[in-house]
């Protein structure tokens, strides 16, 4: 099971291009409340003519700390980096982003999870692509790599703008 996973890896296949049944589906509907008080909130109506990529985190979650510079080169490409802070505190998630930057474009809160849940995150980090429809059409589970986004993610979000 080892060399057959190895062999794939090599040839190219992704491990963390994680299969959801929400693939190809629109957005399930949320509206969460902005991470930082006075900034608008987020909601399912946002997803909505734009190319979106939303990405959960929390402050507590080490492999969000090593996605956290790659994040920062989804900038100038015309997509719109949304991060939702999953089961954290505010005031915790308003730190990681004051100690490492804000690559986000907009940050809303999820504190029970409620919103992560319905879209099937099963840990942090995750990501996920959408298009200006509001459908999901890609999903990173685990850290977003330089690879994986210059590769699969960017070329995508190329081809759906």
Not at 35 to 59: C, E, H, I, M, W
Not at 73 to 81: E, K, N, P, S, T
Request: glycine residues 8%; proline residues 9%; neutral net charge.
């Amino acid at each position: 099971m080892f060399f057959w996973r190895l062999q794939q890896t090599a040839a190219g296949d992704t491990p963390n291009l994680i299969p959801s049944v929400l693939i190809d589906k629109p957005a399930p509907a949320f509206a969460l409340k902005p991470l930082y008080p006075g900034q608008p909130s987020f909601a399912t109506t946002d997803l909505k003519g734009r190319v979106t990529l939303v990405n959960f985190f929390a402050s507590w979650c080490l492999p969000c700390r090593a996605e956290h510079p790659v994040l920062r080169l989804v900038q100038g490409h015309g997509i719109a980096l949304v991060g939702i802070a999953y089961k954290d505190k505010p005031d915790d998630a308003q730190g990681l982003l004051a100690e490492l930057g804000n690559p986000y474009t907009r940050v809303a809160a999820d504190a029970d999870g409620r919103t992560g849940i319905d879209f099937g995150v099963s840990g942090v980090p995750e990501t996920y692509l959408i298009d200006k429809n509001g459908i999901i059409r890609r999903k990173v589970a685990g850290p977003l790599t330089e690879d994986v986004l210059k590769n699969d993610i960017l070329p995508l979000a190329e081809k759906l703008q």
